[in-house]
């Protein structure tokens, strides 16, 4: 691939997007009316420059995994078109960026907030975590749940209950989601060494983690409705995305497949988008 598209694999752009979508959402619910402009371009880049550095340094740290796994053994990390050294300028440039823009177009605590999740995320997630305890990514999840609440903050300068609910909701679903592509990809994790929940515990035991964390997420989604950060129509949507998720788990207990586990894996992408574009909606319908 050209250069230029190998160093952006090394941002996980879809990944990031994700990131940043959540992180305008957290901007938009934090105000009755329109985030200016220069808050909106100036957070969203920043969040998104950072948030690129952070996955770069994980690409970075895990080479010789991310060789070993089908998944990823085609990133330029791991097949060394891309050198360490130019992977660190890289993502010193990008983090070195983001923290500038986020320092002059939205407020300290957002560009500080934003370079803990990166510390988080690239350090403590990928170094400590993830090779150590099957439980890395409910641990770890922290990181992955930030993005609204740097937007939160990025619009009010402070991080409010509100915020700490979005936090909540990505974090519970965070490992459902994760253990879901785990499953069907559980011979490249066993490949590389990492000691994944399908690894460690096996499908079963996974598969009913999957279930008890769907359903204690349904319960969570329904926090913004309860506290009034919401109307009728984000409850229906979060009442509907939420029997979806349970559904799809409990089929995988009662029949495991390959095929089904991917499927759930997608349905969790969708299951995000979907609530927060829904509270995004109902925000702006019942003003």
Known sequence: MPRWRQYWVLTKPRVTQLAVFCAIIGMFLATPGMVPWPILIGGSIGIWLLAGAAFAVNCLIEQAVDAKMRRTAWRPSATGEITPLQIVIFSCGL?????????????????????????????????????????????GGASGAMPPVLGWAAMTGTVGHEALILFLIIFLWTPPHFWALALYRVEDYRKSGLPMLPVTHGSEFTRLQILLYTIVLGAACLL????????????????????????????????????????????????????????????????
């Open 95 to 139: 983090g070195g960026a983001g923290m500038v823009v986020l320092w002059f177009y939205t407020n300290p605590l957002t560009m500080w907030l934003t370079f803990a999740t990166f510390v988080g995320y690239a350090v403590i997630y990928t170094v400590v975590l993830k090779p150590m305890t099957p439980q890395n990514i409910v641990i």
């Open 224 to 287: 913004p409705f309860m506290v009034g950060m919401s109307g009728w129509l984000y409850l229906v949507a979060a009442v509907v995305l939420s029997i979806g998720f349970v559904g799809y788990a409990i089929a995988l207990m009662r029949a495991y497949s390959d095929a089904l586990a991917r499927q759930t894996f997608r349905f969790s992408l969708i299951h995000l988008s979907v609530l927060f574009a829904a509270l995004l909606l109902d925000h702006y319908v019942s003003i």
